[in-house]
């Protein structure tokens, strides 16, 4: 039997009609193991982080709390019969947990926020949310089991931004989760946390952007791992239809991606596309686990995006854009040939932690670019100046820029180059910088950032069978 491991976002559990919905999805799938993934209610996760840097002032952390208790007793009250069983079950658990977090933020004010108390503030709204869920598939008499994941994902200590040690994952999956999921004579949906997993010395940490549908995928990665049943899918429920060839801001009618392999989505997810996180993409590749985007309100609905090893390579699968970019040029007419110049560079990007996102060097090495976020612009160029060897030989120069994102194997032909840059030229948008690796299937343009919807607008115009054709 196919085993289905699906993804519910804050978004999906706001209200009973949303709850109706997950009741709806589970009718549909019910020939399917199913493993339910549940994300904190929408906003609940800042909200507990903005009580966690505010402690100091005791009225606002009480309206805080006040708050964070209200979201969810008002879940509570619509989808639970009052007075009901579980019902009083919910109501005990939240009062436990807030009474935990009390306790908690008591620690922080006492001695600091240390990066793993961010991490177990952040994980209480999963916890929350996830056991609401478990309780109204209960009450709705469709067996069901909670399981928190800082029992199951085991991390490294990167606190915040947490990376899966598989092995010991796959030994936990092997001992909590086959058993449930094998078992012949039981049908039950397990219903973990999202975006917690905890270190090897028990402390909880948080997977970073991205980290429920990170949750999703790492599950079902250790599933095939260590299971017996391979037929194995991930699918994240959300407000829209699946991936879109191009941001609508930038072209409101754009056409639904449908197929495209792990390679392009990962570009397609890195460079803009916040749906979804390419770290996610990194645990299913493997065992090429297919990945379903679905509209949350259209369970029915047949057109959603579908990431697997299959694609249609003729066509360009989407534009994404970096809005907020900035170029930073490295100049020395005096150290042509010298080596070691790039990794000086990137030595010094790295001690500040910043991160580089596209390189591109003149033949004689006179001079090199660099994209970075905008945000860490002065930072970057403090870093340069106050290294000593470049302070002495070099000059630099930085332009707040756009990049814009092209993907699909398409790019690689040398017509559909020219046709890309005919375009740009009937608007006049100048270039800066481009980048392609000889094997890669994006290319990245630098263009003047007031030109980005521009750019945007006449490439889709005249490349627009290409998209059309593909979806």
Same mark, same amino acid.
Request: glycine letters at 4%; a negative charge; proline letters at 3%.
């Given at each position: 039997?196919?085993?289905?491991?699906?993804?519910?976002?804050?978004?999906?559990?706001?209200?009973?009609?949303?709850?109706?919905?997950?009741?709806?999805?589970?009718?549909?799938?019910?020939?399917?193991?199913?493993?339910?993934?549940?994300?904190?209610?929408?906003?609940?996760?800042?909200?507990?982080?903005?009580?966690?840097?505010?402690? !100091?002032?005791?009225?606002?952390?009480? #309206?805080?709390?006040?708050?964070? +208790?209200?979201?969810?007793?008002?879940?509570?009250?619509?989808?639970?019969?009052?007075?009901?069983?579980?019902?009083?079950?919910?109501?005990?658990?939240?009062?436990?947990?807030?009474?935990?977090?009390?306790?908690?933020?008591?620690?922080?004010?006492?001695?600091?926020?240390?990066?793993?108390?961010?991490?177990?503030?952040?994980?209480?709204? !999963?916890?929350?949310?996830?056991?609401?869920?478990?309780?109204?598939?209960?009450? =709705?008499?469709?067996?069901?089991?909670?399981?928190?994941? =800082?029992?199951? %994902?085991?991390? =490294?200590?990167?606190?915040?931004? /947490?990376?899966?040690?598989?092995? *010991?994952?796959?030994?936990?999956?092997?001992?909590?989760?086959?058993?449930?999921?094998?078992?012949?004579?039981?049908?039950?949906?397990?219903?973990?946390?999202?975006?917690?997993? $905890?270190?090897?010395?028990?402390?909880?940490?948080?997977?970073?952007?991205?980290?429920?549908?990170?949750? /999703?995928?790492?599950? /079902?990665?250790? *599933?095939?791992?260590?299971?017996?049943?391979?037929?194995?899918?991930?699918?994240?429920?959300?407000?829209?239809?699946?991936? *879109?060839?191009?941001?609508?801001?930038?072209?409101?009618?754009?056409?639904?991606?449908?197929?495209?392999?792990?390679?392009?989505? #990962?570009?397609?997810?890195?460079?803009?596309?916040?749906?979804?996180?390419?770290?996610?993409? +990194?645990?299913?590749?493997?065992?090429?686990?297919?990945? +379903?985007?679905?509209?949350?309100?259209?369970?029915?609905?047949?057109?959603?995006?579908?990431?697997? !090893?299959?694609?249609?390579?003729?066509?360009?699968?989407?534009?994404?854009?970096?809005?907020?970019?900035?170029?930073?040029?490295?100049?020395?007419?005096?150290?042509?040939?010298?080596?070691?110049?790039?990794?000086?560079?990137?030595?010094?990007?790295?001690?500040?932690?910043?991160?580089?996102?596209?390189?591109?060097?003149?033949?004689?090495? %006179?001079?090199?670019?660099?994209?970075?976020?905008?945000?860490? $612009?002065? #930072?970057?160029?403090?870093?340069?100046?106050?290294?000593?060897?470049?302070?002495?030989?070099?000059?630099?120069?930085?332009?707040?820029?756009?990049?814009?994102? %092209?993907?699909?194997?398409?790019?690689?032909?040398?017509?559909?180059?020219? !046709?890309?840059? =005919?375009?740009?030229?009937?608007?006049?948008?100048?270039?800066?910088?481009?980048?392609?690796?000889?094997?890669?299937?994006?290319?990245?343009?630098?263009?003047? $950032?007031?030109?980005?919807?521009?750019?945007?607008?006449?490439?889709?115009?005249?490349?627009?069978?290409?998209?059309?054709?593909?979806?």
């Amino acid at each position: 039997m196919p085993i289905i491991v699906m993804k519910f976002g804050g978004s999906c559990l706001i209200d009973e009609n949303a709850f109706n919905k997950i009741l709806n999805i589970t009718r549909i799938y019910k020939n399917e193991k199913k493993i339910y993934v549940a994300s904190a209610l929408s906003g609940i996760t800042d909200l507990l982080l903005k009580t966690a840097y505010s402690l !100091e002032n005791d009225k606002d952390t009480d #309206k805080n709390m006040a708050l964070i +208790e209200k979201r969810h007793i008002d879940i509570i009250e619509q989808v639970f019969i009052e007075e009901s069983e579980h019902s009083f079950k919910v109501r005990d658990w939240v009062d436990n947990k807030l009474s935990e977090l009390e306790d908690t933020f008591a620690d922080i004010k006492e001695f600091g926020l240390e990066p793993y108390y961010k991490d177990y503030i952040m994980s209480f709204g !999963e916890i929350l949310s996830t056991y609401i869920l478990n309780q109204y598939l209960l009450s =709705n008499e469709i067996n069901s089991v909670f399981i928190p994941t =800082n029992k199951l %994902i085991i991390t =490294n200590n990167e606190f915040n931004n /947490a990376y899966p040690l598989y092995d *010991l994952t796959n030994a936990r999956t092997k001992k909590f989760l086959i058993p449930l999921l094998e078992n012949p004579n039981k049908d039950i949906i397990i219903c973990l946390t999202g975006f917690i997993g $905890r270190n090897k010395i028990g402390y909880i940490t948080t997977l970073g952007r991205g980290g429920s549908d990170y949750t /999703a995928t790492i599950i /079902a990665r250790s *599933l095939y791992d260590v299971g017996n049943d391979k037929d194995i899918k991930v699918i994240l429920w959300k407000k829209v239809d699946g991936l *879109l060839a191009i941001n609508p801001k930038y072209v409101p009618r754009s056409s639904l991606i449908k197929n495209l392999n792990y390679d392009e989505a #990962k570009h397609i997810a890195n460079f803009g596309a916040k749906i979804l996180h390419p770290k996610c993409l +990194e645990a299913i590749e493997k065992h090429k686990i297919p990945l +379903e985007i679905r509209n949350f309100e259209k369970p029915l609905e047949q057109n959603f995006t579908e990431i697997s !090893e299959l694609s249609d390579k003729q066509y360009i699968k989407g534009i994404s854009a970096v809005e907020y970019a900035t170029i930073v040029t490295v100049i020395s007419g005096s150290m042509v040939d010298v080596p070691g110049v790039l990794a000086k560079i990137f030595k010094a990007m790295s001690k500040n932690k910043i991160s580089v996102s596209l390189v591109a060097q003149s033949s004689s090495e %006179i001079s090199t670019s660099f994209i970075i976020k905008e945000d860490d $612009r002065d #930072k970057a160029i403090n870093a340069l100046e106050n290294e000593k060897y470049f302070s002495e030989f070099f000059h630099f120069k930085w332009e707040n820029v756009a990049v814009i994102n %092209i993907t699909g194997l398409k790019i690689l032909e040398t017509k559909t180059k020219a !046709e890309i840059f =005919n375009a740009l030229d009937k608007k006049n948008i100048i270039v800066k910088a481009i980048s392609q690796s000889h094997d890669e299937l994006n290319l990245s343009i630098v263009i003047v $950032r007031d030109q980005l919807v521009d750019a945007i607008n006449i490439i889709h115009e005249d490349l627009y069978n290409e998209f059309e054709d593909s979806n």
